[in-house]
């Protein structure tokens, strides 16, 4: 193993280490009751799916379940007298996210014969819907495409290489912590400003 390697092999788990502290600590001070510890698993979750996106294309299932689930699990548990009621909205923002990118998805690949998005991308943003106000979605997955594009284009740069169209990126690595994000946007809005109606 070369030094560079070696030193890569001790810098990354460093680097996910402090993020994962960050992103707990900033969940805490932001909603110190139950809704900090919900964001401090929604930052575990996030972290742990943009890193293994960054490293593998991929978006495990089991993480996104997870989050999946610790959303219905905080909504029954913010209002526990309306019951299964409770779990409707979380429901109903997420198949509202996650259809259109769905079909852009089927739509893209079938116009242009490739992968333009993957089903794991379309099942975060499920997430996302399932934990944030639709306005806030918007704001999330706005950032994540500036985010993605701006880190080719730096990366791109850096390289001296052509920018493609065809470039294939690992939207995940962008999207999951932009989630995390709006969730503390979001929450930091409502605890500490007054929130908004309805």
Known sequence: MSEEAAHDGIRAP???SLA????VFASLVTAPAAEG????YLAA???????NDARHYL?????????????????AASVPDVGAEALLWP???AVAVALPLLLLMLGYRRWRGRDGLGLGDVKLAAVCGAWLD??????VIELAALLAIGAYVADAALRGKRLRGAAFLPFGLFLAP????????????????????G
């Open 14 to 16: 460093l680097v996910l």
């Open 20 to 23: 994962l502290l960050v992103g």
């Open 37 to 40: 510890i919900y964001g401090a």
């Open 45 to 51: 979750l996030m972290l742990a799916i943009a890193a």
């Open 59 to 75: 978006i495990p299932n089991e993480l996104t379940a997870a989050a999946f689930a610790l959303a219905l699990l905080r909504a």
């Open 91 to 93: 429901v109903v923002r």
């Open 134 to 139: 639709l306005a806030t979605v918007a704001a």
């Open 178 to 197: 932009s989630i995390w994000i709006g969730w503390l946007g979001e929450t930091w809005y409502l605890n500490w400003l007054g929130g908004w109606p």
